[in-house]
């Protein structure tokens, strides 16, 4: 059972537009929230990240949205850029250090 | 410095052989997490280590997987008699510590079982 879905596998921006990548989670205890972002054969790499104390954290043309009350958040990414191409996952932790991730959602820059 | 290495990058195994995975965290880390990334799926928690604790090992899928972490630094994760549903990308990332801290990502091992 997924505790964590991105249920868009993939998604395709033109660039200077906006992309948005959604994040769907099932379990009220968590508390902490981050997305990554994944190049091929690299590992991934923190791009922002959340506490449920907070509904926004902008960070640049990076910004997470988190809205408790439907368990979901979302990555804003303006203006998009070939290099945000990459696959992006979000992950949940309700601990320490346990995360929990979704299935990733690939994004295309069209320059 | 020197981020999370981890060798080899790629592994081809007949089935019913042992694998093992090495990974080199980031120097001063305390924290060191192994994940499974299998094909369509998202990364799989297998194991956690922070300093001299017993590890948690609630995420090994098996018991023919089992990980060490020698001298507080490098890790090896092992799995026993090989079946081919184990082929799948192994991660490892370490951090400061375990509170919440930024986990920094090696490159991962791909490991193909025949």
């Known amino acids: 059972d997924q505790q964590v879905k991105q249920n868009s596998p993939s998604l395709s921006v033109q660039e200077g537009r906006i992309s948005i990548l959604n994040c769907d989670y099932t379990?009220?205890?968590?508390?902490?929230f981050l997305w990554y972002k994944k190049y091929p054969a690299e590992g991934p790499t923190f791009l922002i990240s959340?506490?449920?104390?907070?509904d926004k954290n902008e960070d640049g043309r990076f910004t997470v949205f988190l809205n408790k009350s439907a368990k979901h958040l979302s990555l804003h990414i303006v203006p998009s850029q070939p290099g945000d191409s990459a696959v992006y996952f979000c992950?949940?932790?309700?601990?320490?250090?346990?995360?929990?991730f979704g299935t990733g959602t690939r994004l295309k820059v069209l320059a | 410095g020197a981020g999370v290495s981890q060798s080899p990058s790629n592994k081809v195994t007949e089935k019913g052989k042992d694998v093992e995975l090495r990974c080199d965290p980031i120097?001063?880390?305390?924290?060191l997490y192994w994940y499974r990334q299998s094909l369509g799926q998202g990364l799989e928690f297998l194991i956690y280590?922070?300093?001299?604790?017993?590890?948690?090992k609630s995420g090994l899928p098996s018991d023919r997987f089992s990980a060490e972490r020698t001298g507080g630094s490098v890790s090896t994760l092992t799995i026993q008699r090989t079946q081919q549903e184990d082929s799948a990308v192994y991660l490892c990332?370490?951090?400061?510590?375990?509170?919440?801290?930024?986990?920094?990502f090696g490159p991962g091992t791909r490991l193909l079982v025949l």
């Open positions: 992950a949940a932790s309700d601990g320490p250090y346990k995360y929990i």
């Open positions: 280590f922070q300093g001299n604790s017993a590890p948690d």
């Open positions: 990332a370490s951090s400061l510590g375990s509170s919440q801290e930024t986990q920094y």
């Open positions: 379990n009220s205890m968590f508390d902490y």
């Open positions: 120097s001063g880390h305390t924290a």
């Open positions: 959340i506490s449920s104390i907070k």
